[in-house]
C-alpha cells in the first residue's frame, strides 16, 4: 500500500518547506512503472482544514486533522515557519496529537523547534537552520544539537536546516523507502545539484561569497578555477592587492573563517561534485582539486565529512567501478 505522507500546515509557514519535500515525495508517483501502486499519498492537513495562509502570501487548501482520526501515518512532516513563532505552542499540541499514529516524524527548518516544544526531540540529536539554534536549545535544553548538519536522523525522528534542507532531507526518506537509484533518478529529474550527506556543513562553498558581502567574490570564483595551482595566503593577498598580514585579517573578518580554512572548503566541494558525477580515481581527483596526494583527500573528508571518499562514492555518487590510474 501507499505510504501516507502527512505534511502538518498552520498560518505563515514557510511556502518551500512544505513544496520542496511535496516535489519529491511526488516524483516516484508520477514516474512510477504502469500498472504498480504509487509508493506515496501525499496529504496536507491543518488543525482545521481548508486555507492555510504561508508566509509567502500563497494559499495552501488542507484536510482537516480529525480526517485523520484512526488513520496509519507512515511520514508526519512539521515544516518550518519563522513569522509563526509565536504559534509554535499551538502546533506542538497538534504534533502531539498525531505523532502516535507516524512511523516517523520528519521538521524542516524551524519545524524542530515545535517538536522540541511537543517534547519529541527529548534527549535526542537535531539541527535546525543555524540562526535559530538558540530558540532550539531554548525550546528544550536536552536536545543534543548539530548545528552544522543539514540533517540529523535520531531513531524515527528526522531533523533538518533551512528551506533548501530540507529537499536533501526528503531525499534521504526516500532513499530508505525505495533505496539509492530511485532517489538519484529523482535528485536527476530535479536538477539538484547533488544529494547532499546528512553531516555536511550547512555553509557550502556556494554561500562563501555571501558570507563576505560580495567583496571576496572575484577571489572565491579565481579560486574555484585555479584550486591545483599554490593558494597560499600570500598569492590570495597578491590578488586582492593587498599585503598578506592585512588581507588574512580582513578576510577572516569578514568572512568568518581563515583564507586557508576557505580554500579547503572549495577544495572539499570540487572533490564531493567530482565524485558523484565522474568515476576519476581518487589520485586524479586530489590532484584536480589541489589536496596533492589521496591520503591528503582522506583525512580531509574524515575531518569535515566524518567518512572517507570511497564512501562518499558509494553513498551519493555512481555506481561504477573508479579507474584505476
Given amino acids: 500500500m501507499a505510504k501516507r505522507i502527512v505534511f502538518l500546515l498552520y498560518d505563515d509557514v514557510?511556502?518551500?518547506?512544505?513544496?520542496?519535500?511535496?516535489?519529491?515525495?511526488?516524483?516516484?508517483?508520477?514516474?512510477?512503472?504502469?500498472?504498480?501502486?504509487?509508493p506515496y499519498q501525499i496529504t496536507l492537513v491543518s488543525a482545521a482544514g481548508g486555507p492555510v495562509r504561508t508566509s509567502s502570501g500563497v494559499t495552501m487548501w488542507t484536510e482537516p486533522m480529525a480526517a485523520l482520526v484512526g488513520e496509519r501515518i507512515d511520514t508526519l512532516i512539521v515544516p518550518g515557519g519563522v513569522e509563526a513563532m509565536s504559534a509554535v505552542a499551538n502546533v506542538a499540541k497538534t504534533v502531539l496529537s498525531l505523532a502516535p499514529q507516524a512511523r516517523r516524524?520528519?521538521?524542516?527548518?524551524?519545524?524542530?523547534?515545535?517538536?522540541?516544544?511537543?517534547?519529541?526531540?527529548?534527549?535526542?540529536?537535531?539541527?535546525?537552520?543555524?540562526?535559530?539554534?538558540?530558540?532550539?536549545?531554548?525550546?528544550?535544553?536536552?536536545?543534543?544539537i548539530e548545528n552544522d548538519a543539514i540533517y540529523v536522523?535520531?531513531?524515527?525522528?528526522w531533523t533538518s536546516a533551512g528551506i533548501s534542507a530540507g529537499i536533501d532531507l526528503t531525499l534521504a526518506l526516500v532513499e530508505e523507502d525505495l533505496g539509492h537509484a530511485a532517489v538519484m533518478e529523482i535528485a536527476r529529474q530535479m536538477v539538484v545539484f547533488?544529494?547532499?550527506?546528512?553531516?555536511?556543513?550547512?555553509?557550502?562553498?556556494?554561500?562563501?561569497?555571501?558570507?563576505?558581502?560580495?567583496e571576496f567574490a572575484d577571489l572565491h570564483a579565481w579560486i574555484a578555477v585555479h584550486l591545483m595551482?599554490?593558494?597560499?595566503?600570500?598569492?590570495?593577498a597578491e590578488r586582492v592587492h593587498m599585503?598578506?598580514?592585512?588581507?588574512?585579517?580582513?578576510?577572516?573578518?569578514?568572512?568568518?573563517?581563515?583564507?586557508?580554512?576557505?580554500?579547503?572548503?572549495?577544495?572539499?566541494?570540487?572533490?564531493c561534485q567530482r565524485l558523484t558525477e565522474t568515476e576519476a580515481s581518487l589520485k586524479r581527483i586530489a590532484a584536480a582539486c589541489g589536496f596533492?596526494?589521496?591520503?591528503t583527500l582522506r583525512r580531509v573528508f574524515q575531518r569535515k565529512l566524518g567518512l572517507n571518499p570511497l564512501q562518499y562514492r558509494e553513498r551519493f555518487g555512481l555506481r561504477g567501478t573508479a579507474d584505476v590510474a
Fill in 14 to 38: 514557510n511556502v518551500l518547506d512544505v513544496a520542496g519535500p511535496v516535489e519529491v515525495f511526488s516524483q516516484p508517483c508520477r514516474n512510477r512503472v504502469p500498472g504498480t501502486l504509487e
Fill in 105 to 144: 516524524i520528519a521538521s524542516v527548518c524551524t519545524g524542530a523547534i515545535i517538536l522540541a516544544t511537543a517534547g519529541l526531540l527529548a534527549g535526542r540529536r537535531a539541527t535546525t537552520h543555524w540562526r535559530y539554534v538558540g530558540h532550539l536549545s531554548a525550546a528544550d535544553a536536552t536536545v543534543q
Fill in 153 to 157: 536522523q535520531d531513531g524515527p525522528i
Fill in 194 to 214: 547533488i544529494k547532499r550527506p546528512g553531516g555536511q556543513s550547512q555553509f557550502s562553498a556556494p554561500l562563501l561569497a555571501q558570507a563576505s558581502d560580495a
Fill in 229 to 236: 595551482e599554490d593558494l597560499r595566503v600570500e598569492r590570495l
Fill in 243 to 271: 599585503s598578506p598580514r592585512s588581507f588574512a585579517r580582513h578576510y577572516a573578518a569578514r568572512t568568518g573563517m581563515t583564507p586557508a580554512r576557505a580554500v579547503e572548503t572549495l577544495r572539499l566541494e570540487a572533490a
Fill in 292 to 295: 596533492g596526494d589521496e591520503q
